[in-house]
Every structure is written in structure tokens, then in C-alpha cells.
T-cell receptor, first 113, second 112 residues
């Protein structure tokens, strides 16, 4: 098992550009989520999904879109990047029924100029 | 609302010293509580968890007890090692809302 994989590892964007952060898991987990990690603020939930075709907003959803067409993949889209979106982004997955351990990907470091 | 508050770091200790990292929480329901550890350049890994009041989670010499009366889940280790240097996150999960809430993290530096 590869676990949770994220690509790219690092990305530089200009303000207004769009991009998609990829996340995939091979553990057949129903629950997937995206967090951003900022200094002194811990992890904040952006969006989450409890299964294919079902997504919902987390704590800080503005500026981000998600979709879940398959169990394995949960991409995060930035439609028009802003400097405030400079952060480290983590994808996580877990079995949905009892919210057991979340497995985290290695993260994507995003810099928006 | 739901939130987790951790002591601010960094915490700097000498090898074999005793470690305590404080964590308190506010929750609208009956949460499960977790400690995650993040080593440099890596994602978060589950360190230990407790799912109900008075449960004690333990792993790799770390322990934390779910205290409902004080809404706390403090992390302790009797003798830290240099390899324990990392950032530690306290978190709570509310199953009915399928959400996790994380604290801001506490950086631990252990010197030889």
C-alpha cells in the first residue's frame, strides 16, 4: 500500500493562477479531507468528503473547490490563487464509520506570489 | 463551538527529562481525543488516542489520559530522547459531524 499520496510536493503560483492539488489513497477509505497548516494555527479543515459524490465544507472553504468522483481521489482546486493561500496543504483519509485514525499524506507546500 | 488549545512552544528539554504538553478542549458532543506527531518534512502520524472519559492512550512511552472533568488530554513522557524532537498536535474528533479539530501544535526540541 502506498497510503495517501499527494502531488506536487512544492508549487509556486502567481496571484490569479489556478491549479489542482492531487490526493489519492489506496486503502479504500470512505472519508477524505483537506487541511491547511499555517504557522501558529495548527491544521484547519478546508473541505471533506464522506464518500464518492459527497463533499462538504470545513472551517476555511473559501477560495477552494473539491469533488469526489471516485473513492480513491480527492483533488483540491484553487480557482484564482491569492497570497493568503500560501500554506502547506495536507490530505488525509480514514474509514468513515467510526472516525478512527486519520492517515495523512506528506503535504504540498504552496507559495503564491 | 469546538476547539483545542495547546500550550505554546517551543519546549526545549535535555535528553531523559520529563515531558508534559498541556491540551484542553471544548466540544459540543462527546469527542474522541488524539495526539499526532509531525517529524520534520513529514505529514502527521497518530501517536495515541482515547475514545471516552478516563481512558488512557499510550504509545512509544508517551501517555495521555482523557479527563472529562477538566476537559484535558495532557501528553506525558517520562524520559525524552533526541529522536522525540517534533511538533505535537492535540486533536478531537466528533463522529456525528465527521470532523477533526486540531490544536496549533507544540514544537519539542530535545538536546543531547
Amino acid at each position: 500500500n502506498a497510503g495517501v499520496t499527494q502531488t506536487p510536493k512544492f508549487q509556486v503560483l502567481k496571484t490569479g493562477q489556478s491549479m489542482t492539488l492531487q490526493c489519492a489513497q489506496d486503502m479504500n477509505h470512505e472519508y477524505m479531507s483537506w487541511y491547511r497548516q499555517d504557522p501558529g494555527m495548527g491544521l484547519r479543515l478546508i473541505h471533506y468528503s464522506v464518500g464518492a459524490g459527497i463533499t462538504d465544507q470545513g472551517e476555511v472553504p473559501n477560495g477552494y473547490n473539491v469533488s469526489r468522483s471516485t473513492t480513491e481521489d480527492f483533488p483540491l482546486r484553487l480557482l484564482s490563487a491569492a497570497p493568503s493561500q500560501t500554506s502547506v496543504y495536507f490530505c488525509a483519509s480514514s474509514y468513515s464509520d467510526n472516525m478512527e485514525t486519520q492517515y495523512f499524506g506528506p503535504g504540498t507546500r504552496l507559495l503564491v506570489l | 463551538g469546538n476547539s483545542v488549545t495547546q500550550m505554546e512552544g517551543p519546549v526545549t528539554l535535555s535528553e531523559e527529562a520529563f515531558l508534559t504538553i498541556n491540551c484542553t478542549y471544548t466540544a459540543t458532543g462527546y469527542p474522541s481525543l488524539f495526539w499526532y506527531v509531525q517529524y520534520p518534512g513529514e505529514g502527521l502520524q497518530l501517536l495515541l488516542k482515547a475514545t471516552k472519559a478516563d481512558d488512557k492512550g499510550s504509545n512509544k512511552g508517551f501517555e495521555a489520559t482523557y479527563r472529562k472533568e477538566t476537559t484535558s488530554f495532557h501528553l506525558e513522557k517520562g524520559s525524552v530522547q533526541v529522536s522525540d524532537s517534533a511538533v505535537y498536535f492535540c486533536a478531537l474528533a466528533l463522529y456525528n459531524f465527521n470532523k477533526f479539530y486540531f490544536g496549533s501544535g507544540t514544537k519539542l526540541n530535545v538536546k543531547p
